[in-house]
């Protein structure tokens, strides 16, 4: 009787545990105001569905007045809700990599691509740091570093230095500063191989590059997790486009650092 007493002890245990470890924090007022502003682009409010960015943003703790960098943005689809989440107090510094020199004549304007929410009356409190991803730094130390379905994209850069990489990420953020990580998850055990062809990347490569830079993981969310996606197809595929298994890593930097 005392083992099946204690058995089912345990079990209830887990099963409060598993049920604490997806629970998601309600968004806040602010997150909530920033989603359902109404001068965020119907194209970008037509992709709330799939992205889940209250969520996504009450996961990250990100707060008004906080000072936030945000690297590699695309099209500013996540910079105008952190503008607007941490309002004028805070202040969004959007991280556009400089043209590589060996870029093809194909290769994007980033700069261009962020200028019409940097230009945006609407986003005041947002800047660009344009810079070499050899050299990530920011004008103030940061409350939080975001990255959204880009940190594959640095595995197929030459040359690119990874643990060099987040160890910049660790110097720009204040002691108990966030690091988050969120992007498309590739096959278990696929390390960084299909980041060029696939646009994915195994989250326990991510995980084992950022910890070496001295982060603590301290929590992570399968808010996106898909496991009807066999992680086999390009991101753009139309078949799984907006669908893909997504991963979201929260690192922390330590609050006492030697």
């Keep these: 009787m005392k083992i099946i007493t204690q058995s089912l002890l345990m079990s209830a245990m887990f099963f409060a545990g598993a049920q604490h470890a997806v629970s998601a924090a309600a968004p806040s007022a602010p997150i909530a105001a920033a989603v359902a502003d109404p001068a965020r682009p119907l194209a970008d409010r037509e992709r709330d569905a799939n992205r889940k960015p209250a969520e996504t943003l009450a996961f990250s703790g ?77 004008p103030v130390p940061l409350d939080l570093v975001w990255t959204s379905q880009n940190y594959h994209d640095l595995h197929y850069i030459p040359g690119m230095d990874m643990l060099a990489f987040a160890g910049q990420v660790f110097s720009a953020l204040k002691p108990g500063g966030i690091f988050l990580v969120l992007d498309h998850a590739a096959a278990p055990g696929s390390a960084d191989r299909d980041a060029a062809t696939l646009h994915r990347i195994d989250p326990e490569t991510v995980k084992k590059e950022v910890l070496a830079a001295g982060f603590r993981l301290i929590a992570s969310s399968d808010l996106l997790h898909n496991p009807g996606d066999p992680h086999t197809a390009k991101v753009f595929d139309p078949l799984i486009r907006g669908k893909t298994d997504q991963f979201i890593l929260k690192f922390q930097k330590p609050a006492a650092t030697p």
């Design 62 to 138: 990100v707060k008004p007045g906080d000072q936030v960098g945000e690297l590699l943005p695309g099209g500013g689809y996540f910079t105008r809700l952190l503008s607007k989440t941490v309002g004028p107090e805070g202040k969004v510094y959007v991280f556009v990599p400089t043209r590589p020199a060996n870029a093809s004549p194909d290769f994007p304007d980033l700069v261009a691509r962020i200028q019409p929410v940097v230009t945006d009356p609407e986003y005041a409190n947002v800047s660009t740091v344009v810079a070499p991803l050899s050299k990530v730094s920011f």
